[in-house]
């Protein structure tokens, strides 16, 4: 699977957008960008995910560039409770068996 | 949506005790979960990949002897750490996706917190 580089952490004001950077250069053709994120002592909750077009759901937006080799995901209005390390992890989605390889992720601190 | 359930959630123990943890799909059916550890401020390591009905597969530098895995239904696998000691404390977490959902999302326990004395 594809190395994904993020940012170690960040700082964002409750109530405005959030955008979190995540390249991945290396992707394949057949790679999903997969986001997660991890609310302190708890396990990993997905986000959204995408292979080439943005997505949005009710969580967050996710916009790939059109060369595939970087994303950004957007919280659009930040709070409190999405202070949390968010992961960007690209992989084949082809295979059920196939692990999620998780990197450093962002430390992601929303304050008021 | 897809729920995963990981019990217990917190565990303390003497060293030299064996403890179980049990990972469950309750809405789904997974022919395969993936066990995870974590220590503080680190990211998640992938410990092994259970697979229903046959045996585990190990990452490179995981005693399979000490991490036992059983996925004996399409919705259960456990992880037992055996003899455990004081340097296998830690956060551990059971992930697992639905059978033919090949580009849908995995999903994860909340973890277990194993601390042995």
């Known amino acids: 699977d594809a190395k994904t580089t993020q940012p170690t952490s960040m700082d964002c004001a409750e109530g405005r957008a959030a955008n979190l950077p995540c390249n991945h250069s290396t992707i394949s053709g057949n790679e999903y960008v997969y986001w997660y994120r991890q609310i302190h002592s708890q396990g990993p909750q997905y986000i959204i995910h995408?292979?080439?077009n943005n997505e949005t759901n009710e969580m967050a937006s996710l916009i790939i560039t059109e060369d595939r080799k970087s994303s950004t995901l957007i919280l659009p209005h930040a709070t409190l409770r999405d202070t949390a390390v968010y992961y960007c992890?690209?992989?084949?989605?082809?295979?059920?068996?196939?692990?999620?390889?998780f990197g450093g992720g962002t430390r992601v601190l929303v304050k008021p | 949506g897809a729920v995963v359930s990981q019990h217990p959630s917190w565990v303390i123990c003497k060293s030299g005790t064996s403890v179980k943890i049990e990972c469950r799909s309750l809405?789904?059916?997974?022919?395969?979960m993936f066990w995870y550890r974590q220590f503080p401020k680190q990211s998640l390591m992938l410990m092994a990949t259970s697979n229903e009905g046959s045996k585990a597969t190990y990452e490179q530098g995981v005693e399979k002897d000490k991490f036992l895995i059983n996925h004996a239904s399409l919705t259960l696998s456990t992880l037992t750490v055996t003899s455990a000691h004081p340097e296998d404390s830690s956060f551990y977490i059971c992930s697992a996706r639905a059978i033919q959902a090949t580009n849908q999302p995995q999903h994860f326990g909340d973890g277990t917190r194993l601390s042995i004395l």
């Open positions: 995408g292979l080439k």
């Open positions: 992890i690209v992989r084949v989605a082809e295979a059920a068996g196939n692990k999620l390889t």
């Open positions: 809405d789904f059916q997974a022919t395969t």
